[in-house]
């Protein structure tokens, strides 16, 4: 078998495709001649591209937090061939401060943004490994690389995110598989509009969480940077480098605060050197 580079026709599984930027990848990867199996929780989002691509596209009903419904639909895509490129992309934001989240809300956050992904991952290594190797692009955000005082549970499902998959890459490098994670900013897929607001209450009306509230709310689409055309076009390229990066942070926005969370981590490490060491057995 090729390498995954050099196939002229590559099968992608791309989750949450109803709409931005898992619906750009799926049609970046059709006009491109590759095949594409989506999942989607609409069943007629992908109509316009399936008369277009009748051939190249299948379309799953999926909702990741039905495990049974998971295992059932990749079960089927397995059996009808190899897959090539896996894309976590699905998901969805909580937001407002953490002692307003129910139990819920923080289970099915967590639930969509990080066990879902690890499901899904796991149940293509085996295949992925017996056929020489692929890729997987996770979707996470620059919320992956810091924290913001509204949305506790979104972050720990990218951080998540990002630590498991920089694990399992290095247990699979040696099998072909590579991984990557894309960072993006604020990006015009209408996330901003689909958000879950938890309830307010009034010790979080002012402050950090009521500030961000507010802002959150007066956003539209029109306000965000990212074009998911572009990102998918630059996601493509990557599945076609034989030695991909593991992260991607795309969009300028992401860039400037990726770049100061992590200048700041590092200047607080670099202040812990000596007390790091001293707690070291002496003699």
Do not use: C
């Not at 009808?80 to 129910?102: K, L, Q, R, S």
Request: charged share 25%.
């Amino acid at each position: 078998m090729p390498p995954l580079t050099d196939r002229p026709v590559r099968h992608w599984f791309i989750t949450g495709a109803s709409g931005g930027l898992g619906r750009h990848l799926a049609e970046h990867a059709l006009r491109r001649g590759d095949r594409v199996t989506a999942t989607v929780r609409r069943p007629a989002a992908l109509d316009e591209l399936r008369a277009a691509f009748p051939d190249r596209l299948a379309v799953e009903l999926l909702d990741l937090t039905r495990t049974a419904e998971v295992d059932e639909v990749i079960g089927r895509v397995l059996a009808a061939g190899p897959v090539d490129i896996v894309v976590n992309n699905a998901g969805y934001a909580v937001v407002g401060a953490t002692e307003e989240m129910t139990g819920e809300q923080v289970g099915h956050q967590l639930e969509a943004l990080l066990l879902a992904p690890i499901r899904i991952t796991r149940a293509f290594l085996e295949p992925m490994r017996e056929q020489g190797g692929g890729r997987f692009i996770q979707v996470s955000s620059m919320g992956g690389q810091l924290g913001s005082p509204f949305s506790s549970a979104y972050h720990a499902g990218k951080w998540g995110l990002e630590g498991f998959t920089e694990g399992v890459g290095r247990e699979v490098a040696g099998f072909g598989i590579h991984f990557t994670l894309v960072e993006p900013g604020g990006t015009r897929t209408g996330f901003a509009s689909a958000l879950n607001y938890t309830a307010e209450t009034a010790p979080y009306r002012e402050g950090p969480v009521g500030e961000m509230r507010r802002e959150m709310q007066g956003l539209t689409d029109d306000d965000l940077p990212g074009d998911p055309a572009k990102i998918a076009a630059i996601v493509y390229d990557t599945t076609r480098d034989p030695a991909p990066p593991l992260r991607l942070t795309l969009g300028s926005d992401a860039y400037e605060a990726v770049h100061a969370a992590l200048a700041d981590r590092l200047a607080q490490l670099e202040a812990q050197k000596d007390l790091a060491a001293s707690v070291s057995f002496t003699g």
